[in-house]
Structures are given as C-alpha cells and as structure tokens.
Nanobody, 117 residues
Framework: QVQLIESGGGLVQAGASLRLSCAASGGSFSRYSMGWSRQAPGKEREFVAS???????TYADSVKGRFTISRDNAKNMVYLQMNSLKSEDTGVYYC???????????WGQGTQVTVSS
C-alpha cells in the first residue's frame, strides 16, 4: 500500500506561484496513476490534475494553462507547479494515487494553499 506525504503549501498573494510536492512510499510507484485534488471551505473535493506513469496528463478546466503536473519516477515524487494563482485556488490540496492493478485510491493528508486577493 502506498503512503503519500504532501508539502509546499502556504499563503501567497494572487498572481504568485507555488510548487506542491508529494512523496510516495510503500508501493511500486510506476504502477500508480498520480494526481492532485483540492477542497475549498464548504465545498466538495474536486479534481485538479492527474498524470499517468507514461507522463500523459489531464487537467481541470479551471487550472489549464496555469498548473502543471509532473512526476519523477526515479524519486517517487509528484509535483504540481501552480502559476498565476487566484483566490479561488484556495483550499486543501491532496495528493492521490490510483493503483493500476486494483483501481484502489490512496490519499495524502493534504497541504493548505491560501491565496489572498
């Protein structure tokens, strides 16, 4: 079973950039599709971006052109580069892993991102 630990959140002003990191352990990293979701106060968790083991990526419309997901299979790391941040990007960001064998999802504990306008 894979364990996920996020880092890199913080408080920034609108227009700034942040890079989130997710360290994975306990599983064969290449056998997981990785992604990021977020949850704003009072709202449901929503998909942000995902990346396959081969590197193919998918983004929510709200972050296309501003966020970039990447992975380093040698280091068991996933990153989310967030540029041109907006106040509506505020929330807790969760790293997720989906097993390509079982289809099970695993989640990290989350990291807070706050964007002040």
């Amino acid at each position: 079973q894979v364990q996920l630990i996020e880092s890199g959140g913080g408080l920034v002003q609108a227009g700034a950039s942040l890079r989130l990191s997710c360290a994975a352990s306990g599983g064969s990293f290449s056998r997981y599709s990785m992604g990021w979701s977020r949850q704003a106060p009072g709202k449901e968790r929503e998909f942000v971006a995902s990346i396959a083991g081969s590197g193919g990526s998918t983004y929510a419309d709200s972050v296309k052109g501003r966020f970039t997901i990447s992975r380093d299979n040698a280091k068991n790391m996933v990153y989310l580069q967030m540029n041109s941040l907006k106040s509506e990007d505020t929330g807790v960001y969760y790293c997720a892993a989906r097993s390509l064998l079982s289809g099970n999802y695993y989640w990290g504990q989350g990291t807070q991102v706050t964007v002040s306008s």
